[in-house]
């Protein structure tokens, strides 16, 4: 934080009662709330009193939510944040969002992620013959329990691009996408969330099976 | 933690080198793998502690990750879990969840939900009139743009289930929900996750519209 109460010119701009350069650097979202990606590290005590003087302008401009990103490197401040008020919103591997909500009516906040993807892949050769597998992990693991090839969407990821990847890299069949035959979801599949499960039609190109080595 | 390395008997049982009252409490996954939810206050000295000496005991017994739950109130322990070397998984607005990966080899620690799963309403009255609606908040307020009812599933909740709860919502139509007329996937499109959305054709069985107050 700046030590300019009494040094009135900043970067040769007078500074009497704004102090604007006291606000965390932040942009606004499409729905009247505010977002801070902290880029640079910051003392926790600096920290909290830079946020109280962001909340007090941004109440004033009439802002609603506040999100706070906070990076793993800067897990220093994740706890000042939440003695401040802030909840945890969602989290990544890399970093950490915080929330806010300033007006006193209902939050209107949107949840974070709900749903992981699958995808299962129904793949028959020309003897109408079904590929399936066996699990080296998980709870099927050594019950010789025959399946098919099953697997979660990445990131980003188109479902069929997904049953595809899935059938190569636990077969070595090579696929075309042809439909979904069914879809169906399920509760608290992974800790809280849920699941939808598409089974895919996929004809193969290839024919020689290689078992996936992990 | 205890004090009591020079004190033998604890609760009447001989305690030489075990130490087994100094490993978190914990619970086994399926997957061989350990979850520790904290839920008594902890310092973080303590923690950190008794955090070094359960991953000897782990290590020894060959466990894979460490799943860590930290409950807002437990904050305090957040900065030293990660210096420790536990990465962020998820978080929920009332805990943060760590994980740890203890072999060399690479994780398979499943990743977080990636995808939010909203709804479209398409209700058409005997006329084949449409039901429309305009958006009070968000980037269409204001646009005189009229648009399906929409919503985002709740969690745990079907998606035949959220179309009608948003069409009633938005417009107090009462609905029965027919059939799933289309879906499409789109990425990056809440911060980094992914959104399915799902049009359903319902049919009305009340016809009295009622705008949405908020």
Redesign the interface.
């Known amino acids: 934080m700046s030590e300019d109460h009494e040094a009135p010119m900043i970067n040769g701009v007078e500074h009497e009662t704004g102090k604007e350069e006291d606000v965390l650097p932040f942009e606004e979202d499409?729905?009247g709330g505010v977002i801070v990606e902290m880029k640079t590290p910051m003392d926790p005590k600096c920290f909290i009193a830079t946020l109280r003087y962001s909340f007090t302008q941004w109440r004033l401009q009439g802002k609603k939510g506040v999100w706070l990103n906070l990076p793993?490197t800067h897990?220093?401040l994740?706890?000042p944040a939440?003695?401040e008020g802030f909840?945890?919103?969602?989290?990544?591997?890399?970093?950490?969002?915080l929330v806010y909500w300033i007006p006193k009516?209902d939050s209107?906040i949107?949840?974070?992620?709900?749903?992981?993807?699958r995808v299962g892949a129904v793949v028959l050769n020309p003897n109408n013959e079904i590929l399936v597998v066996q699990e080296k992990?998980?709870?099927l693991r050594g019950l010789d329990v025959w399946k098919i090839p099953t697997g979660?969407?990445?990131?980003?990821e188109?479902?069929f691009t997904a049953a595809i990847r899935e059938v190569k890299e636990e077969t070595g069949i090579d696929t075309e996408f042809l439909e979904i035959l069914a879809f169906c979801?399920s509760?608290?599949s992974?800790?809280?969330?849920?699941d939808?499960f598409f089974i895919c039609l996929l004809r193969p190109t290839s024919f020689d099976i290689q078992k996936q080595d992990?």
């Open positions: 499409d729905y793993l897990v220093n994740v706890e939440v003695k909840r945890y919103h969602h989290a990544e591997p890399t970093y950490l969002m009516a209107t949107p949840l974070n992620a709900s749903h992981r993807v992990y998980g709870t979660v969407v990445d990131v980003g188109e479902i979801q509760h608290k992974f800790f809280a969330k849920s939808l992990s």
